[in-house]
């Protein structure tokens, strides 16, 4: 960690005092060089185009991918990055290894590649969820979102292609997955969490369904302690909202500086959005895979809002 980054370090801990130690070291590790910032601008993609190991992943449906695409990308649909539908299995579950590794070669990501993952339409949840996957690979270091998506990318003057992808040349380079378990939450982390006041469990569905009006996997409610934060709260035409706005949400919901975080949702996707502003603002934040259809499923107990 260089000097300057000390230094920042020491003036936030005297701003934020004792408490907020944890996140303030984490908030100042994601700044060390060599790690890819989470979020950048089409400015700061087009400087990357030059690149020879950038491998740019457009989210989003094969019409949208041909109707308008970020020159040189590669389309990725959640079916490519998740497990097989399967009747009374859970949806939209992170795959095994071989079967990532397939997938990474196909779209032609090796352990030198830079990537950057572009949204499709204004919701974002899908590339959340492409990230979140990328991440648990062991490729967060080398992985940003572009903010704004290809809304941002057309309004900001860029080209955009039509059509299909181009064809991908067979990459010969390294690729060696190293599963990163930390970032995501089984429904043991989730059950010790509701008896723990230093992990904020954060619901991302809307507040209907948190509510129990509904989305029950079978049963209505939402995880005991768990506190809501809308994922339609956290970006607006696709653009995330500023770290402030985003941390005073947060903090309204009753989210502590210094606090752990696990977001849920329905299956496992919304909750990837919130996981990505958690860990923007520097939070330890997991995502539980299961989600409310697993929890909901099961014999956990559920909570509904007072009346």
């Given at each position: 960690?260089?000097?300057s980054t000390l230094?920042?370090?020491?003036?936030?801990?005297?701003?934020?005092?004792?408490?907020?130690?944890?996140?303030?070291?984490?908030?100042?590790?994601?700044?060390?060089?060599?790690?890819?910032?989470?979020?950048?601008?089409?400015?700061?993609?087009?400087?990357?185009?030059?690149?020879?190991?950038?491998?740019?992943?457009?989210v989003g449906s094969?019409?949208?991918?041909?109707?308008?695409?970020?020159?040189?990308?590669?389309?990725?649909?959640?079916?490519?990055?998740?497990?097989?539908?399967?009747?009374?299995?859970?949806?939209?579950?992170?795959?095994?290894?071989?079967?990532?590794?397939?997938?990474?070669?196909?779209?032609?990501?090796?352990?030198?590649?830079?990537?950057?993952?572009?949204?499709?339409?204004?919701?974002?949840?899908?590339?959340?969820?492409?990230?979140?996957?990328?991440?648990?690979?062991?490729?967060?270091?080398?992985?940003s979102l572009l903010?704004?998506?290809?809304?941002?990318?057309?309004?900001?003057?860029?080209?955009?292609?039509?059509?299909?992808?181009?064809?991908?040349?067979?990459?010969?380079?390294?690729?060696?997955?190293?599963?990163?378990?930390?970032?995501?939450?089984?429904?043991?982390?989730?059950?010790?969490?509701?008896?723990?006041?230093?992990?904020?469990?954060?619901?991302?569905?809307?507040?209907?369904?948190?509510?129990?009006?509904?989305?029950?996997?079978?049963?209505?409610?939402?995880?005991?302690?768990?506190?809501?934060?809308?994922?339609?709260?956290?970006?607006?035409?696709?653009?995330?909202?500023?770290?402030?706005?985003?941390?005073?949400?947060?903090?309204?919901?009753?989210?502590?500086?210094?606090?752990?975080?696990?977001?849920?949702?329905?299956?496992?996707?919304?909750?990837?959005?919130?996981?990505?502003?958690?860990?923007?603002?520097?939070?330890?934040?997991?995502?539980?895979?299961?989600?409310?259809?697993?929890?909901?499923?099961?014999?956990?107990?559920?909570?509904?809002?007072?009346?």
């Open positions: 960690m260089s000097s230094r920042r370090l020491a003036l936030a801990i005297c701003v934020a005092g004792v408490a907020n130690l944890a996140s303030v070291a984490r908030v100042a590790h994601a700044q060390t060089a060599g790690s890819a910032p989470l979020l950048i601008t089409p400015t700061q993609l087009d400087s990357l185009r030059a690149q020879r190991e950038l491998v740019v992943l457009q094969p019409a949208q991918f041909t109707s308008g695409h970020v020159p040189g990308a590669r389309p990725v649909a959640l079916s490519d990055v998740s497990t097989p539908r399967v009747a009374g299995a859970l949806t939209l579950e992170l795959p095994d290894t071989p079967a990532l590794e397939q997938w990474a070669r196909s779209v032609g990501i090796t352990n030198h590649s830079r990537i950057v993952v572009v949204p499709g339409t204004d919701t974002l949840q899908s590339a959340t969820r492409v990230f979140l996957t990328l991440a648990f690979m062991g490729f967060a270091d080398r992985t903010n704004g998506g290809v809304r941002a990318w057309k309004d900001a003057g860029k080209p955009l292609d039509t059509g299909e992808a181009a064809a991908i040349a067979a990459t010969t380079g390294p690729l060696r997955i190293v599963r990163d378990s930390s970032i995501v939450a089984v429904m043991a982390d989730v059950d010790v969490a509701t008896r723990e006041s230093s992990t904020a469990i954060v619901d991302a569905r809307l507040p209907q369904f948190y509510a129990g009006q509904g989305g029950g996997y079978p049963r209505p409610g939402h995880i005991p302690t768990a506190v809501n934060v809308p994922l339609s709260l956290v970006s607006e035409n696709g653009l995330f909202k500023s770290n402030e706005e985003l941390r005073a949400l947060f903090a309204h919901a009753g989210v502590k500086p210094g606090d752990s975080v696990i977001t849920y949702c329905h299956i496992g996707q919304q909750a990837t959005l919130l996981w990505f502003v958690a860990r923007q603002l520097g939070y330890n934040a997991r995502m539980y895979d299961g989600s409310f259809q697993e929890w909901s499923g099961s014999d956990k107990p559920l909570a509904l809002p007072p009346a």
